[in-house]
């Protein structure tokens, strides 16, 4: 789902003749497993193990090991402590992951057996819209990651010769993803879940403003595919999705006028708001089904990730005005960048207002956030978690806000956003955020310009790239709006962060008085209690200035993304498998 990437729960890789001839793993017979409407919802409950997990594992990639609340790893605005091979060099069809088709013969042997079932046909058909949302949701993931995938619409028997077919085209695929979808939409029946827990029509309608604006901006920024005529499309089909929902009133934004909280509130809750959350995983103490969320974020999590200084700048100023327009601004240091910002930096990141839940001060911890811009927005504040992966906060799928989000930029890229229509979606979003002039702005960004998207001129779709950035930040989502946009290389721009006045000199993060941090060439032998002291070893870390500026973390690390890394290369053993399978241009061949 909506991150990125969907993760699937699957703990063993099996070739493709290996599982797509698998029936399901259950031990009831068809006609059992088919008799009663009871037993179409037991099956339909197997497929939501496919929703990403919330437990973060991790690996080199950055491309598949990071869950839902660490998927944006692997993007610009992210730095990360760990090397992310696919951008530095190493990966190859040999580390490739993602081809794995269990998830797909489940749905597809449920799809051919539902009307088996002694129901009414409605029923069959909500059920079968469910499945059918699962698998879009499945081939959406699968295109995003390899571009052309074979299409299997029913369960195939071991000899079935199709098992070892080629790819087919983008075209078939998206359309076939593109009809499930319809179908989920018009026969899941229109009942809202205050539990954001059960695959709803609202769900389905969200996923298909994903799915159609993804689809239309690739083919409308990857002109060398040859279908920017059918974008428009897409982004039609995104926008009705989108207004579909909006329309239904069923869902709006948690705004209780308290925009220092409300924002991180949708993170942090054990109950996901119902009037925002549309779809999330839940967990629980009692039933001990927890994530390690906290446990990331906290100041020991080592496989932290933290924020860029040339993403942080993006936020507004409280009022409205660009952070970026005063003389001087990336040489602003850390206590007073982050104050007057728009509501939703010190709920991403921990500012010096942030107190733990004893009331104690707790400073950016620099040892893990490298760049100084230390993530909470999915942490606990109550120090007990910080060391234990029992986390038992909701964590958002679905959003509404991303809803809003798919709507503006689809209606933007078709020329055709209104001023209601901003009104509706990115104000609303900005006035939650407790900024006050939240009207489009009069003129494009010119630091976004140079920074970001050089070739946008367009000031509705600039600010709403910016605004999706900010709203959605660590949800998942980045990688995927790069690749959409063909904008892959600020995959290969420098991580920087906090500025630094001058090496050796006592940094207090949270204004309390006490020394957080000090930038040095050389640890002391007897450190300060307290102090993390930065050593500047100018290879993986250094000063922009030499000994002041910008931190740039993995200084050393020369990240590539050249043009045929938007599509992921094959597994090695797949091609060797199956010889009607092409590996992706650019990738090694067996």
Known sequence: MKRLYVILMVTTLFSCEKYLD????????????????ENLQLYVNSFYGALPSAQ??????????GYYFIGDVMSDVNAWTQNITYLTGGFTSQNSQGWIWTELRNINYFLANYHKANTTAERKNHFAGIARFFRANFYFEKVKLFGDVPWYGTPHSPTDEALYKPRDSRELVMDSVLADLDFAVQHIVDVKDNSATMITKSAALALKSRICLFEGTFRKYHDELGLVSSANFWLEEAADAANDLIQSGAYSLVNNGNPASDYRSLFTSTTPPSNEIILARV?????????????????????????TRRFINTYLNVDGTRFTDQPGFNEIEFNEETKNRD??????????SYRRADGSVEPPYLGQARTGYH???????????DNLGQSNNAIPLIRYAEVLLNYAEAKAELGSLSDADWNTTVGALRKRAGIASTAMPATLDPYMKANFYPTINSIAVMEIRRERAIELA???FRYADLLRWKAGDLLEKSKDGIYVKAMNEPIDLNEDGQTDVMFVATAPSEPLPRVYYYVVDNAVI??????SGNVVWQANMNRQYPDYKYYMPLPFGELVINDNLVQNDGWDHP
């Open 343 to 352: 509501f939703r930096l010190s709920q991403t990141i921990r500012t010096p």
């Open 283 to 307: 967990f629980s103490d009692n039933l001990r089904i927890w994530h390690n969320a906290t446990d990331v974020y906290a100041n020991t999590g080592a496989y932290q990730t933290s924020l």
């Open 375 to 385: 993530i909470l927005k999915f942490s606990l504040d109550d120090r007990r978690y």
């Open 56 to 65: 973060a594992i991790y690996g080199t990639s950055g491309v598949l090991e």
């Open 22 to 37: 698998k029936g399901p793993l259950d031990s009831l017979t068809n006609e059992q497993a088919f008799a009663s409407e």
């Open 542 to 547: 250094r000063l922009s200035n030499g000994t």
């Open 474 to 476: 660590v949800e998942g």
